[in-house]
């Protein structure tokens, strides 16, 4: 019995509004999209499309996975996304840099991304990574165009002031050269220096972050 439905190619209005982003890899944007769900709906009058159950969105290095996805479009063509995760799992993003051997990936309760202003949101139990560096919190903006984060320890972009040490923002954030990252020369007294256990995974469904 067929329990899943498998779509591929562009269809409709469906070119994935995720993808086409400053920092994505270009050639991305030719490939055909590969979707899998339990249930797809698609409103063409209103532009919106809805893809619900164990969803994941293929196109090029872009995969996308969400216990839900809606994709909106303007007037203008320009397209929303968001993906919302579950009492489980968390919505996941992953995709390659453009021209660059380094992967920006994240997971959030849910993730927004808008194709207009280039702005990627991850909100609630959220992490980003972005090559060797990562950020934690309970919201993330990333713009992809001046490649600038926004991270706060309170849902919607707000700040709890004075928040417990499991609620802090958390950053690992390695040296840059123009020719890449520095190497450590030494180790430092004592032994090799090591992230947070915290830093060094994704959160577990249902922990604290």
Not at 39 to 58: A, L, P, S, W
Not at 71 to 78: K, S, V
Not at 84 to 101: I, P, T
Not at 120 to 146: H, K, L, P, S
Request: with cysteine; hydrophobic share 35%.
């Amino acid at each position: 019995m067929i329990d899943r439905i498998v779509l591929k190619g562009c269809l409709g209005m469906l070119c994935l509004g995720f993808a086409v982003t400053a920092f994505a890899e270009r050639a991305d944007r030719d490939k055909p999209v590969n979707l899998e769900a339990d249930k797809v709906t698609v409103d063409d009058r209103n532009k919106i499309q809805v893809f619900e159950g164990r969803v994941t969105m293929t196109q090029g290095t872009l995969t996308i996975r969400g216990d839900k996805i809606v994709i909106t479009q303007d007037a203008e063509g320009y397209q929303r996304g968001v993906a919302y995760g579950s009492a489980n799992s968390l919505a996941r993003f992953r995709q390659k840099r453009e021209g660059k051997d380094i992967w920006f990936e994240g997971e959030a309760e849910r993730i927004e991304h808008d194709a207009k202003t280039e702005l990627a949101r991850f909100f609630d139990r959220a992490w980003v990574r972005n090559g060797d560096d990562e950020v934690r919190g309970q919201y993330i903006e990333y713009d992809g165009i001046t490649e600038n984060y926004v991270v706060t320890n309170g849902p919607n972009a707000t700040t709890v002031p004075r928040a417990g040490a499991g609620n802090r923002v958390r950053a690992l954030i390695q040296p840059k050269r123009k020719d890449g990252p520095i190497a450590p020369t030494a180790a430092p007294a004592g032994g090799q220096l090591k992230p947070s256990r915290e830093l060094a995974s994704p959160v577990t469904p249902g922990a604290q972050p």
